[in-house]
């Protein structure tokens, strides 16, 4: 009889959904910031990736009215979804070498110890060990 090894995490659809996500914010924000039917080819370019891959057309909630909005409660609206866009912007930025770390681990079905030089000059450097940080 075989054994059943125990399932991990996807990690690849793991990373494909923070990366996914990144994008829709980025998207969202740009859509609240710039004029009525402005394009930017590279968030087309990147949603279109993660939709044709995954299946999945959207992480976000959209605006939808059946009357035409009031420009000011619009623009007010639009302001306040931009500040909220920025503010997740910033912090998925912040959590991005948290979510390295994370899908690293989640990869590996073992407990993973990192071994650094005693005193981690090594995490300066490229030799460092931990395929997350590597200096650019
Ligand atoms: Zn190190």
Not at 44 to 51: F, G, H, N, P, T
Not at 55 to 64: E, P, S, V
Not at 119 to 125: E, G, I, T, V, Y
């Amino acid at each position: 009889m075989k054994t059943k090894q125990r399932k991990t995490y996807d990690s690849g659809m793991i990373r494909d959904f923070i990366d996914h996500l990144k994008w829709e914010v980025r998207t969202c924000h740009f859509e609240n910031v710039s004029a009525p039917n402005a394009l930017n080819p590279e968030l087309i370019d990147q949603l279109a990736k993660y939709q044709r891959k995954r299946g999945c057309f959207g992480l976000l909630t959209g605006q939808l009215t059946r009357e035409k909005p009031d420009a000011d409660a619009l623009a007010e609206w639009k302001a306040r979804r931009a500040g909220e866009m920025q503010t997740y912007i910033d912090a998925l930025e912040l959590l991005e070498p948290l979510f390295q770390e994370a899908v690293f681990c989640a990869a590996n079905r073992q407990f993973i110890n990192i071994a650094h030089k005693a005193d981690f000059s090594c995490c300066k450097r490229s030799e460092c060990p931990r395929p997350w940080t590597q200096p650019a």
